[in-house]
């Protein structure tokens, strides 16, 4: 009899311990997903990925722009419209003009230069003016530099990661 229950104890004692185990691992994943899909986390050396833009004059939300990348050179696009202004680029000139502002590039051509991404040029919808761009990661990479020159004169926004 006392084999039986010994045996019976110890079959429960291993059930309990798979348990706990499972449980264990179950709360480990719950935890350290998140962290492995967060943009934030999964890209902080690169620029790829989604960003809130905001307007250089006013401060506020603009749009989220999305960079891609393919063969080297990165592009930026825009996804999402964060206020109620124009929809369309009307003081676009040449192809883009009148066209929508949802789906239109206006970061191309950019490539990683050491701890930066330059070489490109960057479209501002609101004037229709296009820069010399370049892009540095600031803030662990939640955080992303954009500078836009014409000769020696230059101007710097700061566009941070959408989550």
Do not use: Y
């Not at 401060?59 to 989220?64: D, E, H, Y």
């Amino acid at each position: 009899m006392t084999d039986r229950l010994h045996a019976r104890a110890i079959k429960s004692a291993k059930r309990a311990l798979a348990s706990a185990a499972f449980t264990a691992a179950l709360a480990l994943t719950a935890l350290t997903l998140p962290a492995l899909t967060s943009p934030a986390l999964a890209d902080a050396g690169s620029p790829l990925g989604k960003w809130r833009t905001f307007d250089p004059d006013t401060g506020a939300p603009k749009t989220v722009v999305e960079i891609t990348e393919a063969d080297g050179t990165f592009t930026g696009t825009i996804v999402e419209l964060l206020d109620d202004g124009e929809t369309v680029c009307t003081a676009c000139e040449g192809d883009k003009k009148g066209q929508p502002l949802v789906g239109m590039a206006i970061l191309w051509g950019l490539t990683k230069d050491g701890d930066e991404w330059s070489g490109g040029t960057i479209l501002r919808p609101a004037n229709g003016k296009t820069a010399n761009a370049s892009l540095e990661l600031t803030d662990g990479g939640s955080k992303l530099e954009v500078t836009g020159s014409k000769g020696f004169m230059s101007r710097s926004q700061t566009w941070e990661r959408v989550e």
